[in-house]
């Protein structure tokens, strides 16, 4: 009998791997809004070099996504976490090593990108891993809850690790957070050590751009979901101190509760009732929180922004993704998976730069505006998108 055909059992199994990724996530979410303070307040770049420290993760991100896919189908999800893990490991190294007070400012940032670099293979590799290793164990049915139960690691380790990231910062500076970072994935990767694997499939071959001509419209939606949330993730933290407001550090918290407590309640809703209008409902969410911190007349308007752009984002990418993973065949669904992450890894990786050089020209408050604007985009391309299920079409029409 297989853990497919034992659902308590395989819940339980993908469970467990929720918690190495939580982990794992806690080095990307800790970093990401201490690296731009660090490199603002600590090393006295600008806004502009603050935000590429943050984006230049998600560039290579994107540009690993197709090999870690590949991998995930060839070698299986367990090896290629592990993989992932390790590649975290020594990106927490080499970024500890970049604050190392003999480096000029120059060099300290640039040993720091080459740190961010890795760190963005890193995440793809586990990422995508994981998710073919708990799609596997789950079965492609339920692949709406297992994309749910992975955003709930990932996000929930936003929630703990935003606070916790720029406390160990103030307490220990920056070498000291990174340390930490470089431990997390360690233990890990000792976590999944004896969890069991699940063989890859075996079938024909595509290319990675011919699954992308299948998958574009949903990962394109998820791209635009994504700009909100790393404009929120980079610059929330300065928005607010920029205001002089209090609470600075309580924007991941909102966000990051408000998204593992709809993945709680509605992660199940993507393969219930299909994708789409679970994706319209929640851009819908996102935009309207998006506009609320652009707009915030005081830090607690802001927060519910934040709040409400969890909310929002939370059920984007396994809505999305359950679409995607039911267009392809079982022994390219790594690949798949790993083409659509690439497009919110897009968002992330270009939303930095861009919203720092915003910032510099017209204040922090104009990168919520674009947020709620993009995510209003992806909106109405979901809406537009004709590919759907004819299931799911009849469903709406009910």
């Keep these: 009998m297989t853990d497919t055909d034992r659902p308590d059992l395989a819940y339980r199994r993908v469970l467990a791997l929720t918690g190495p990724l939580f982990l794992s996530y806690l080095t990307v979410a800790m970093s990401l809004p201490a690296v731009p303070v660090h490199v603002v307040q600590g090393l006295g770049f600008d806004n502009t070099y603050g935000g590429l ?17 590949a991998w995930a189908d060839r ?12 590649i975290y490991a020594a990106a927490g190294v080499i970024c500890l090593a970049a604050s190392w007070t003999g480096f000029s400012t120059t060099a300290s940032y640039a040993v720091l990108i080459a740190g961010r670099l890795l760190l963005g293979v890193g995440e793809s590799v586990a990422m995508v891993g994981m998710i073919g290793w708990a799609i596997g164990v789950m079965g492609q049915a339920r692949s709406g809850l297992v994309i749910s139960l992975v955003g709930m690691g990932m996000y929930g380790a936003f929630a ?34 004896r969890l069991p694997a699940v063989g890859p499939h075996v079938g024909q071959r595509q290319s990675f ?21 790393a404009a929120l993730g980079a610059f929330f933290s300065l928005y607010v101190l920029s205001k002089g407001w209090a609470h600075a550090s309580l924007g991941l918290t909102f966000f990051g509760t408000g998204f593992v407590a709809m993945r709680l309640l509605c992660g199940h809703l993507p393969d219930r009732i299909g994708g789409r209008p679970v994706a319209i409902a929640s851009l819908c969410v996102e935009a309207c929180g998006q506009y609320l911190i652009w707009l915030a007349p005081g830090p607690y308007a802001a927060l519910a922004g934040a709040l409400l752009t969890g909310i929002g984002c939370s059920m984007v990418f396994p809505a999305m993704g359950s679409e995607v993973v039911k267009r392809v065949q079982p022994h390219m669904r790594g690949t798949a998976v790993g083409g659509f992450a690439a497009f919110q890894d897009l968002a992330y990786g270009a939303t930095g730069p861009l919203a720092g050089a915003l910032a510099d020209r017209t204040g922090y408050a104009s990168i919520f505006l674009i947020g709620g604007l993009a995510a209003t985009m992806g909106l109405l391309l979901v809406l537009s998108d004709r590919q759907a299920p004819k299931g799911l079409e009849a469903q709406l029409g009910k």
């Design 75 to 86: 070698l299986g999800g367990k090896q290629c976490m592990q993989r992932g893990l390790v």
């Design 53 to 69: 420290a943050v984006g230049i993760a998600f560039l290579s991100t994107i540009l690993t996504r197709g090999r870690a896919g």
């Design 160 to 193: 703990a690790g935003g606070p916790l990231g720029l406390a160990l910062l103030d307490r220990f500076g920056f070498g000291g957070l990174m340390l930490v970072c470089s431990l997390l994935p360690i233990a890990g990767l000792l976590a999944i050590h």
């Design 209 to 229: 751009w011919t699954i992308i001509g299948q998958i574009w419209r949903p990962g394109l939606a998820v791209g635009l979901q994504g700009v909100g949330f």
